[in-house]
T-cell receptor
């Protein structure tokens, strides 16, 4: 969805480096999410935020941290990247308006490779 | 966590109706069932959502039995462009606590053949 953008789209880094993935949205949604997807697997929730002051751990938060700088921006950081964090990372947004309030809108993804 | 189980893959021919079933035996009372479609190197895209019985929109139908332990996504008259991975997601995003339980299954690779 063009309303949810992620930068960078691709990143190759080395073990031990600090990496930040950024997500921006113009949908005006309060809720934002970070997922990772490994080859052949579904998406797993890393962190989510229901508003600027609300940050919650998801299923696999170890090794990650997040920052909600504004309603429209939600960043994911890998403080010290390791090879098993090589994956496709997706940001998503949602809100409570309308009948499909569980609908999440996903960004195009960031492909991260940790060597 | 409301774990979901789906077939790994399915094949169909253009013009046929396709039914993909998802099992979610320990679904919670507040959980909704949402289906997403994902093409390679893209983010998932919402298809349909339901709580119980039947829901229909312009692209699909969702059937949920009374016990809610499974759900079936029905795609009428598929075309080649429907080739994608389909995910069943059980949970809800209403409350902060319940959102932590959002669980995507491994998905079903649907291949539509000419």
């Amino acid at each position: 969805d063009a309303d949810v953008t992620q930068t960078p789209r691709n990143r190759i880094t080395k073990t031990g480096k600090r990496i930040m993935l950024e997500c921006s949205q113009t949908k005006g949604h309060d809720r934002m999410y970070w997922y990772r997807q490994d080859p052949g697997l579904g998406l797993r929730l890393i962190y989510y935020s229901f508003d600027v002051k609300d940050i919650n751990k998801g299923e696999i938060s170890d090794g990650y941290s997040v920052s909600r700088q504004a309603q429209a921006k939600f960043s994911l950081s890998l403080e010290s990247a390791i090879p098993n964090q090589t994956a496709l990372y997706f940001c998503a947004t949602s809100d409570l308006e309308g009948s499909s309030y569980n609908e999440q809108f996903f960004g195009p993804g960031t492909r991260l490779t940790v060597l | 966590l409301a774990k979901t189980t789906q077939p790994i893959s399915m094949d169909s021919y253009e013009g046929q109706e396709v039914n993909i079933t998802c099992s979610h035996n320990n679904i919670a009372t507040n959980d909704y069932i949402t289906w997403y479609q994902q093409f390679p190197s893209q983010g998932p895209r919402f298809i349909i959502q339901g709580y119980k019985t039947k829901v229909t929109n312009e692209v699909a139908s969702l059937f949920i039995p009374a016990d809610r332990k499974s759900s079936t996504l029905s795609l009428p008259r598929v075309s080649l462009s429907d080739t994608a991975v389909y995910y069943c997601l059980v949970g809800d995003t209403i409350s902060s606590g319940s959102a932590r339980q959002l669980t995507f299954g491994s998905g079903t690779q649907l291949t539509v053949l000419p």
